[in-house]
């Protein structure tokens, strides 16, 4: 059987907030098989944001290890952390953070060119990854010239794009209305169904259910299946 392609062991992370000792994650262990599709979920305050930034090697544990797809994560340097960023994580926002004088296929493409894909490489993997959103025919469209459900799409097709080893999806249908939020869970289940290992982080029991495994997590400590804290958790 193939290794987790994610592996924490007994992660803690501490803040100093206003003289107080803050435990915002507290000895979390977690392990995430390639291919899975996984919710996180908890309330503001919970430590989900802190776990999602160490799960996005954008910030440092202060205690424990990180193995992402076989390689430790906690004692690198933050340039190390942000090409494995690039190369292994493809990030799918809440509030889509496309660039608005960009096209879609523009948007999709840019983060290739950090990558220093050819400009026919570039194109080739942006008009594949609009092709599998559904979006192939909006390419010379701008941000304004689509719905609130097409920008995410195009999000999602520009995490896509990098042929990264996570879709790690922070709240993604946080700013869409009920019908286009199914839409776009639908469409992650069947990139999913494709062989993508997606990480969705929620504050929303029935978005999490849309997950094939959830863990919960509240007052940094993380529980298998949600726990019984799932009856604390608002859903709305």
């Known amino acids: ?18 003289g107080e000792t803050v435990h915002a994650l507290n000895n979390v262990s ?21 776990l999602m930034n160490m799960l996005g090697c954008l910030d440092h544990p202060d205690q424990g290890s990180y193995l992402l797809d ?6 690198m340097t933050d340039n190390q952390l942000a090409a494995i960023r690039n190369q ?10 496309l660039l608005s004088k960009l096209t879609a296929l523009e948007n999709v493409e840019l983060p290739l060119i950090y990558a220093g894909a050819s400009a026919g490489e570039r194109h080739k ?7 599998k959103v559904g979006l192939k025919e909006r390419a010379g469209h701008l941000p304004a010239q689509l719905s609130g459900g097409q920008q995410q799409r195009v999000a999602i097709a520009r995490a896509l794009a990098g042929q990264p080893a996570i879709l790690l999806a922070d709240e993604p249908t946080g700013a869409l209305d009920s019908k286009t939020s199914k839409e776009i869970l639908k469409l992650m ?3 999913n169904e494709l062989g993508h290992t997606i990480i969705l982080i929620t504050h ?12 919960s997590i509240q007052d940094g400590e993380l529980q298998e299946n949600g726990g019984a804290l799932l009856g604390d958790f608002a859903i709305y």
């Not at 059987?1 to 206003?18: A, E, R, V």
């Not at 076989?70 to 004692?75: S, V």
């Not at 292994?88 to 953070?97: D, P, S, Y």
């Not at 993997?125 to 092709?131: E, G, H, I, T, W």
């Open 1 to 18: 059987m193939d290794k987790p392609i994610i592996q924490i062991n007994n992660m803690s992370k501490t803040y100093q907030l206003g």
């Open 30 to 50: 977690l392990e995430i098989n390639k291919g899975e599709f996984l919710a996180i979920i908890g309330p503001s305050g919970s430590g989900k944001s802190t």
């Open 70 to 75: 076989g390689k430790e994560i906690g004692k």
């Open 88 to 97: 292994k994580i493809g990030f799918i926002f809440q509030n889509f953070n």
């Open 125 to 131: 993997r942006a008009m594949d990854s609009l092709n």
């Open 189 to 191: 289940q069947q990139l």
């Open 204 to 215: 929303d029991l029935e978005i999490a259910k849309q997950a094939k495994r959830m863990v």
